[in-house]
């Protein structure tokens, strides 16, 4: 079992806990978080909806994020993330947001933003973003999966501290 697959069970069942909704916006992963979670029985009690805004275009008609800030900081920034955060939970009934862009490779990558750098935001409404990043190793599919995996920690991380 992969970390993505051991973690989803555990975001459901600590959602469950606390009575948790969670909207996902997922640029670089392309839905592996919502796929994971929604794997596990009950998942409907806590995925209240999923986004894939996978160009520029769809960040801001899906999620509000303005053109002004992927011009100033690029789509794969921390301020990007925190943006598509916010605006999946503008967008949905949740109460939790998990958020993530990135450069899954092969190509696309620059000295700058290499191959394998990924943002991942979590917020809670009412609340400010915790943004982290990362540059995760391995090939398209290992970094996907990682920034889902760290995506879905992330959340069990902030869950614990917020309840």
Known sequence: MSDLEALAPRVIARCREVGVRLA?????????????????????????????????????EQLGVPLALLQAHGSVSAEVAGALAAGALERSWAD???????IAGPGGGTEAKPVGRVFIAVQRRGRAAVVERHLFEGDRRQVRRA???????????QLGVES
Do not use: D, H, Q
């Not at 939790?96 to 990135?102: C, H, L, R, S």
């Not at 920034?147 to 991380?157: V, W």
């Open 147 to 157: 920034a889902a995996a760290r995506g879905l920690a992330l959340l069990l991380e």
């Open 24 to 60: 996902l916006a997922e640029a670089c992963t392309g839905g592996l978080m919502a796929a994971a979670l929604t794997e596990v029985p009950g998942a409907s009690a806590v995925v209240e909806r999923g986004f894939v805004p996978y160009s520029n275009e769809s960040k801001g």
């Open 96 to 102: 939790w947001a998990v958020a993530e862009t990135g």
